[in-house]
């Protein structure tokens, strides 16, 4: 009878995981082998036929495609920048709102809700403030570092892409350290406090520790999104001025769909993507798991 009724619940289980199951393997393991096979070919993306060219659009990508190459470059600097400021100014707000008795849910809420938003609509938003709103505040407060060509000049365009993600994305990476910092127990810190530890060692040498998952996971998130970024880029600057903003995603997008209709290329160049972000995020997660246990 136990059997019978744990086949049951099985059975149950699976109708429910089944149709879940059913749209990830149409809708992304099929494409992502699909993308691996075109890899391989010159398709266009519109003709029915099509040659397979086996590795040499890897080979192209890899050693004769300067764009491309300085879209990695790009990205790679952009990806250094946001895993350190990303996680440095969540950790320091989720650090600071736990610290409030009061306002709590005033303050999650307000740095949270820009990550409800698109970021291409907020990208449209910090165009009109990059464009209209710092160059007037500039003029009635004299402050020269803001009247700036944020957009325009590629020496700031960056910056403004940082800017604009760090908007955006900071405040889930919080929420995640304000879960973690709930769990640590207070005992520990009024221990760390009896014993004459100051606020920043009680910080280091107790709390830090203690939320070193939340920080593997956090860093990993910022890793992989961050080597992903597409619409903070398209939606500020489109790449430009020049390609001088273009990330690995946008130079994808710009080969298979704008400019050169080589969707083989571009699912080449994707695979490459792919296999750096697994790459990365593996040496990550083994890195910090050993620090985890040492901690």
């Given at each position: 009878m136990s059997t019978i009724r744990k086949n049951k619940q099985t059975v149950i289980l699976l109708a429910f995981v089944l149709p879940a199951l059913l749209f990830y393997g149409v809708f992304t393991i099929a494409?992502?082998?699909?993308?691996?096979?075109?890899?391989?070919?010159?398709?266009?993306?519109?003709?029915?036929?099509?040659?397979?060219?086996?590795?040499?659009?890897?080979a192209e990508a890899l050693t004769n495609d300067p764009t491309f190459i300085k879209s990695v470059g790009f990205t790679f600097k952009y990806v250094i920048y946001m895993v350190i400021l990303q996680n440095a100014i969540a950790l320091t707000l989720a650090v600071f709102i736990e610290s409030r008795?009061?306002?709590?849910?005033?303050?999650?809420?307000?740095?949270?809700?820009?990550?409800?938003?698109?970021?291409?609509?907020?990208?449209?938003?910090?165009?009109?403030?990059?464009?209209?709103?710092?160059?007037?505040?500039?003029?009635?407060?004299?402050?020269?570092?803001?009247?700036?060509?944020w957009i325009g000049d590629p020496a700031y365009s960056f910056y403004s892409i940082i800017i604009l993600s760090l908007w955006g994305g900071v405040g889930y990476q919080m929420v995640i350290y304000i879960a973690a910092l709930q769990?640590?127990?207070?005992?520990?810190?009024?221990?760390?406090?009896?014993?004459?530890?100051?606020?920043?060692?009680?910080?280091?040498?107790?709390?830090?520790p203690m939320i070193y998952p939340a920080v593997t996971i956090g860093i990993f998130l910022t890793l992989s999104s961050s080597f992903k970024v597409f619409d903070?880029?398209?939606?500020?600057?489109?790449?430009?001025?020049?390609?001088?903003?273009?990330?690995?995603?946008?130079?994808?997008?710009?080969?298979a769909f704008r400019f050169n209709q080589r969707y083989g290329y571009a699912s080449a160049k994707a695979i490459i993507l792919f296999i750096i972000v697994l790459i990365l995020t593996v040496i990550q997660l083994w890195v910090m798991k050993k620090r985890e246990v040492e901690a």
């Open positions: 494409p992502a082998f699909g993308g691996v096979w075109y890899s391989l070919t010159n398709w266009n993306g519109l003709n029915p036929t099509y040659e397979m060219v086996g590795f040499a659009n890897y008795k009061r306002s709590k849910v005033l303050f999650r809420t307000i740095f949270f809700m820009p990550n409800m938003l698109s970021l291409i609509i907020g990208g449209f938003m910090w165009v009109f403030i990059f464009t209209k709103v710092l160059p007037i505040l500039a003029e009635h407060t004299g402050i020269a570092l803001i009247d700036q060509s769990g640590v127990p207070a005992s520990l810190r009024e221990a760390a406090a009896i014993d004459g530890a100051s606020s920043v060692q009680a910080f280091r040498y107790v709390t830090l903070a880029v398209y939606a500020l600057t489109g790449g430009g001025p020049g390609r001088s903003t273009q990330v690995i995603a946008l130079n994808i997008v710009d080969e």
